[in-house]
């Protein structure tokens, strides 16, 4: 029998977070997309602690009415990177939540790539 979506996504999620994990120095880079916006966070799993987050919701990005999510996901990954730059973070982890690495959070990713993250 075929799981739901979310379900399928979940049980996924759950695989990829027994490998992933965030430390001081190589923090996981956590994305979340819903059907409206992306959220993205840097966290050190050892803590607890969210070090740097972004979303479309930030005033500049959610302002801009007329790009396309890919764009907008662009935007985001690299206000992450920038706010880890401030943050002293170089290195990350990623985990894409159970999400395909394509679209939205291939787009995510390869923005924060050019901005100096390195995963």
């Known amino acids: ?8 996504r979940k049980k996924i999620q ?21 059907n409206k916006n992306i959220f993205v966070q840097v966290i050190d799993d050892n803590k607890g602690v969210t070090l740097a987050s972004a979303s479309s919701l930030v005033k500049d990005i959610a302002d801009k009415k007329d790009i396309t999510k890919k764009e907008q996901a662009a935007l985001v990954g690299k206000v992450v990177a920038d706010k880890a730059k401030e943050a002293g973070i170089k290195e990350v982890v990623f985990d894409r939540g ?3 690495y394509h679209g939205r959070v291939k787009s995510l990713a390869d923005a924060a790539r050019e901005n100096g993250l390195k995963f």
Do not use: C, D, H, N
């Open 1 to 8: 029998m075929a799981l739901a979506k979310q379900e399928r």
């Open 14 to 34: 759950r695989r990829i977070r027994k490998k992933v994990f965030g430390t001081q120095e190589k923090p996981r880079l956590a994305v979340f997309r819903s």
């Open 98 to 100: 159970g999400y395909l």
